[in-house]
């Protein structure tokens, strides 16, 4: 089973950066696709971004062009750096892997337990 365990959350005040780190173990083969999430306060959890291989990423409509999706496979890790960051953007934010296993082609997501965010003055 793959563990996930975020970190580098904090208090930051708006227009700060952050740089969110996820590190994955456990895994007996290569996560294809990793992607970040986020939940406010009585909200819905949301996508943020996705990192597929190395260089095909997907954002939200939200972040586009103020966050980055980063991974490097070797290390099992994957980044999301956050620039411009504005209050709406206070959340828990969290990483997921998702794996396919080839023999069975199931697919299987695993979530780690978040870091928090938050962007206030």
């Known amino acids: 089973q793959v563990q996930l365990v975020e970190s580098g959350g904090g208090l930051v005040q708006p227009g700060g950066s952050l740089r969110l780190s996820c590190a994955a173990s456990?895994?007996?083969?290569?996560?294809?696709?990793m992607a970040w999430y986020r939940q406010a306060p009585g909200e819905e959890r949301e996508l943020v971004a996705t990192?597929?291989?190395?260089?095909?990423?997907n954002y939200a409509a939200s972040v586009e062009g103020r966050f980055t999706i980063s991974r490097d496979n070797a290390r099992n890790m994957v980044y999301l750096q956050m620039n411009s960051l504005k209050p709406d953007d206070t959340a828990t934010y969290y990483c997921?892997?998702?794996?396919?296993?080839?023999?069975?082609?199931?697919?299987?997501?695993?979530w780690g337990q978040g870091t928090q965010v938050t962007v206030s003055t």
């Open positions: 997921k892997a998702i794996v396919i296993l080839a023999t069975t082609l199931r697919q299987y997501d695993y």
């Open positions: 456990g895994s007996r083969f290569s996560i294809p696709t």
């Open positions: 990192i597929t291989g190395v260089t095909i990423t």
